[in-house]
């Protein structure tokens, strides 16, 4: 059984592996069209920003949503997927973390330790997943009263997923908070983008004002981290996902149950960069987001893992807990309604 396993994730990763080949002309197209559609929304929040205030908010949900775009060639430069070039990658990705306010090099390695340990449930403690890790239910029981209530109040949907993470991205993402002592470079790099956010917010508000550049940028942050934040935490916590102990757990099962296939509309995953295609994404990380629907359509085997739509991506939201009896996860109220067995020695991620 084992071996028919390992041999079903040999051929599906040579079949995945036909897609991995970056094509400058499609990255530099996508990067251009990103980057020009953003900073135009920006641009035209400026021309409007002293004539119409929702008007301005307005268009700041659409330049947020090329900000979660330019994020996806950023991420895709950390994988070096975007580009054949490591320079190249790790250039664009600079210039992209400038705009996402995400320092590069720090998130480049923290998510190359997330694709070891996704969804592996005795190395969740590491702080490489803050986005989409979670408790199991017979340890939020284990807790006492006050950390319980602590526990639901930062995991409330309205919380986790919309005050917090402007917060990640303004204040957080500002100071190395979850560096190791021995991240050097990645600790001087956190700086180094602090000192050119400076100066651009000095230079933008010399220019036009600093309370527009506060009605403008402000708007853009927080859309577009609200965006991010819950792509990134519904690709691994939804109801049908697979959580297992490091024994059990595989990397071609983790990627194929443990991560989401969100059946976005088409002008949507465009948008997104095709991330919601994230089992084929965990399956081979080096495949540029813009193959990613190649890839999906040509392995019948990725087409075949259950998907979810957009409503049930927003849905997934109020999940919180994962249940090793019932093999799924659930609410904090489903929690509550049903005994818990205690956690289970392991469980198969076949």
């Not at 040999?10 to 069209?33: E, K, N, Y």
């Not at 509309?265 to 997104?272: A, I, M």
Request: aromatic share 10%; charged share 15%.
């Amino acid at each position: 059984m084992n071996r028919q396993r390992a041999d079903d994730g040999r051929s599906l990763r040579a079949a995945t592996a036909a897609f991995q080949r970056p094509a400058l002309s499609a990255s530099l197209v996508q990067l251009g069209v990103s980057l020009a559609c953003f900073l135009g929304a920006c641009a035209l929040m400026y021309v409007v920003a002293g004539r119409s205030t929702w008007a301005t908010l307005a268009l700041g949900l659409v330049a947020g949503g090329f900000l979660v775009r330019l994020f996806v060639i950023q991420h895709d430069c950390g994988h070096g997927s975007f580009f054949r070039s490591r320079a190249a990658n790790t250039a664009v990705g600079m210039l992209c973390s400038v705009l996402t306010m995400t320092p590069f090099a720090a998130w480049r390695r923290q998510h190359a330790g997330h694709h070891g340990i996704w969804n592996d449930l005795d190395r969740r403690q590491s702080g490489l997943d803050i986005y989409s890790t979670c408790r199991t239910v017979a340890e939020y029981r284990a807790l006492g009263p006050w950390r319980r209530r602590w526990y639901r109040l930062v995991r409330h949907p309205l919380v986790a997923n919309v005050l917090l993470p402007p917060f990640v991205f303004l204040l957080l993402y500002r100071v190395p908070f979850d560096m190791p002592r021995g991240w050097s470079p990645e600790r001087w790099a956190v700086h180094g983008l602090n000192a050119v956010l400076a100066a651009i917010v000095v230079g933008l508000g010399l220019a036009f004002g600093f309370g527009e550049v506060a009605l403008v940028q402000l708007p853009v942050i927080v859309a577009g981290s609200i965006v991010g934040v819950w792509l990134f935490t519904i690709q691994h916590r939804f109801e049908t996902t697979l959580w297992a102990r490091h024994g059990a757990w595989s990397p071609v099962a983790a990627a194929l149950r443990g991560s989401s296939y969100l059946r976005l509309p088409r002008p949507l995953e465009w948008l997104t960069g095709s991330i919601g295609l994230h089992h084929v994404h965990h399956l081979d990380p080096r495949i540029p987001n813009y193959r990613l629907r190649a890839c999906l359509e040509a392995v019948p085997a990725l087409r075949a893992v259950p998907g979810m739509t957009l409503w049930d991506g927003l849905r997934a939201l109020r999940l919180a807990l994962w249940d090793e009896d019932r093999q799924r996860m659930v609410t904090f109220r489903e929690a509550a309604r049903r005994p818990s067995r205690g956690a289970r020695a392991g469980s198969p991620c076949t």
